[in-house]
Structure formats: structure tokens, C-alpha cells
């Protein structure tokens, strides 16, 4: 008999239909991704297990940092 499949669930890419992202079980978050086929970001929520189309949101960086100094 074969072992139960490690990743039950899976996400498919509302762009291309063809991208998957791989789910282990339910949990209470929301991550955002990238297709590794067409490139194009999205958003998976663990919890209602549903998916919709997003756009990427540029990294601001730690605010808080103090920034380097040079001479």
C-alpha cells in the first residue's frame, strides 16, 4: 500500500490555471505567491481555501533600521 500523500491539497494558479501550489492541511493564514509558470502573483487563504489574483507588493525593508553611514 502506498504512503498517504503528504500534500493533500493543492492551489492553482487563477491566471494560468496550470501553476499548483502545494497545501499540507488547513491552517488560520493567507500568503501570497508567485506561479512558477507564468510568473504572475497571487493570494492563497489556508483557511477557506480559496485563491484570487493579486498584484506583488514592493518590500519597504525594517523602517525601524538604522541606515549605514559613509564617510
Request: glycine letters at 2%; a positive charge.
Amino acid at each position: 500500500m502506498p504512503p498517504d500523500d503528504p500534500f493533500p491539497y493543492e492551489a492553482i494558479c487563477p491566471w494560468c490555471d496550470e501553476g499548483k501550489l502545494m497545501i499540507e492541511k488547513p491552517a488560520d493564514t493567507k500568503v501570497s505567491c508567485r506561479c512558477p509558470r507564468c510568473r504572475k502573483h497571487y493570494e492563497v487563504d489556508f483557511k477557506t481555501m480559496t485563491v484570487k489574483k493579486s498584484e506583488p507588493v514592493p518590500y519597504r525593508g525594517n523602517k525601524n533600521r538604522k541606515q549605514a553611514t559613509t564617510a
